[in-house]
C-alpha cells in the first residue's frame, strides 16, 4: 500500500479552497513586490536580463567567436542568469521533453504516488511535496519530480516514470544534449577567467562525476497567489542550472536590490550560474537569488536541470588562479555540506534582522 508522505498541493489546489492553509503563507518580508506575475512579466525591466545568442560560440571567425563569448561571460559576471538561444537543443526535442513531464503530472494524484519519495529514510527521489522544516514550518506552494538523470550508469531506473511511454527516451536524450552543451558552456567560463579551457569542468567532476539532477516544480493556481511562494528565494547551489518552462511566467530574480519576473523568451533555455562556480571563480561569476511565484489562473511548470559536483567529494573554495593579492578569497574553504549549513545560519539570522 502507497501512503503519502506530504500534503500534495495538487490535492489542496483542487479542493476548492478559497483561501490557503497557514502553513504556505509566507512571513511578510519575503512577499515584496509580488503583484500580478502577469502584469509584472509585462513590465520592460524583464527585458534587462540577458538573452545570449549561442549561434557563434564555435564561428571560425576568431571575431565573431569571441564577440558570443564575450558575451556569454559579462552576463554571467553582471547577472549569473541569462535565456540561452541558438543554444544547440531542438525545439523539437524540447516540446516533446515538456509533453513528456506534462502528461505524467496529469496522472491521477494516486498514480504519481506509486513514485512517492520519502525523505526521512533519505530516498529523495521521485514525486514530492516540501515537507516543512523545523526552523520555519513553511511550505511551497509546489509538487515536484526529483530524478537524477545523467550520467546514465548512475540513475535509478526504477524510481523514473513509466507513463508516458516516451518519457525515459526523451528525457534520456535531452539530458545528454544539456551534458555536452554544460561542456561548452564551462569551457568558455574557464577562458573567461584565463584559464585553460578544461578546468572548470574537470574541478567540477568531469564526464564521469558532474551529476545532472531534474526537478520538474509544478506550481498548482493558487487562491492566494499573493500570499504563497511557489518557491521560496534561494540560490542554487549546483555549478549551473538549465531551465525549461511551459511558458506560463513565474521565475523572479532579485537584481540591484528589486525583484524582476523574467519573461518568458519562447525555445529559450534560462540557465543559472550556481554557487559552486560562484565561489570557485571566487565571486566573478554571480548565482542570483531568485524564487517562483505562482497564479490564480494558470498551472505553472518548470524543468530544473541541476548539474552538480560529487557533494562528497569536493571542498569549496576559490581556484588559487582567481585570488590575488589584490583580490582577496571571498569564501572559506567549504565542504558542501558546510555550505549548505552556512546558507541556512546566514537566512536564519537575515530572518531575525530582515535588511531594511
Ligand atoms: O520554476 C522556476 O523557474 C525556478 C525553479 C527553481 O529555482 C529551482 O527549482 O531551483
Ligand atoms: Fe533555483
Known amino acids: 500500500m502507497v501512503t503519502s508522505v506530504a500534503p500534495r498541493v495538487e490535492s489542496l489546489a483542487s479542493s476548492g479552497i478559497q483561501t490557503i492553509p497557514k502553513e504556505y503563507i509566507r512571513p511578510q518580508e519575503e512577499l515584496t513586490n509580488m503583484g500580478n506575475v502577469f502584469e509584472e512579466e509585462k513590465k520592460d525591466e524583464g527585458s534587462q536580463v540577458p538573452t545570449i545568442d549561442l549561434r557563434d560560440i564555435d564561428s571560425e571567425d576568431p571575431e ?3 564577440r558570443c563569448r564575450e558575451e556569454l561571460k559579462k552576463a554571467a559576471m553582471d547577472w549569473g542568469v541569462m535565456h540561452l538561444v541558438n543554444h544547440g537543443i531542438s525545439d523539437d526535442l524540447m516540446d516533446r521533453v515538456k509533453k513528456a513531464g506534462e502528461a505524467f503530472f496529469n496522472l491521477p494524484v494516486e498514480e504519481k504516488e506509486k513514485y512517492a519519495n520519502d525523505q526521512k ?8 511535496s516540501k515537507l516543512a522544516n523545523n526552523t520555519s514550518g513553511q511550505l511551497e506552494w509546489e509538487d515536484y519530480f526529483f530524478h537524477l538523470v545523467y550520467p546514465e550508469d548512475k540513475r535509478d531506473m526504477s524510481i523514473w516514470p513509466k507513463t508516458p511511454a516516451d518519457y525515459t527516451e526523451l528525457t534520456s536524450v535531452y539530458a545528454k544534449q544539456l551534458r555536452g ?7 568558455v567560463l574557464s577562458l573567461g577567467l584565463g584559464l585553460e579551457e578544461g578546468r572548470l569542468e574537470e574541478e567540477v567532476g568531469g564526464l ?25 528565494a534561494h540560490t542554487d ?24 519576473t523574467a519573461k518568458c523568451v519562447p525555445n529559450s533555455i534560462v540557465m543559472h ?14 548565482s542570483i537569488l531568485h524564487r517562483g511565484v505562482v497564479n490564480k489562473e494558470k498551472v505553472r511548470i518548470s524543468w530544473a536541470v541541476f548539474c552538480e559536483p ?37 537566512k536564519t539570522q537575515d530572518l531575525q534582522a530582515p535588511a531594511k
Open 64 to 66: 565573431v567567436r569571441e
Open 181 to 187: 552543451l554544460a561542456t561548452k558552456i564551462l569551457s
Open 310 to 346: 560529487p557533494k562528497e567529494k569536493i571542498i569549496l573554495k576559490p581556484l588559487p588562479e582567481t585570488v590575488s593579492e589584490t583580490e582577496a578569497a571571498m569564501f572559506p574553504p567549504r565542504t558542501f555540506q558546510q555550505h549548505i549549513q552556512h546558507k541556512l545560519f546566514k
Open 237 to 260: 547551489v549546483s555549478a549551473l542550472t538549465f531551465i525549461l518552462h511551459n511558458m506560463v511566467p513565474g521565475l523572479q530574480l532579485f537584481y540591484k536590490g528589486k525583484w524582476i
Open 273 to 286: 550560474i550556481g554557487d559552486t562556480i560562484e565561489i570557485l571563480s571566487n565571486g566573478k561569476y554571480k
Open 208 to 232: 564521469e562525476e558532474l551529476l545532472l539532477q531534474m526537478k520538474i516544480n509544478y506550481y498548482p493556481k493558487c487562491p492566494q497567489p499573493e500570499l504563497a511562494l511557489g518557491v521560496e
Open 121 to 128: 529514510t533519505g530516498q529523495i527521489q521521485g514525486y514530492g
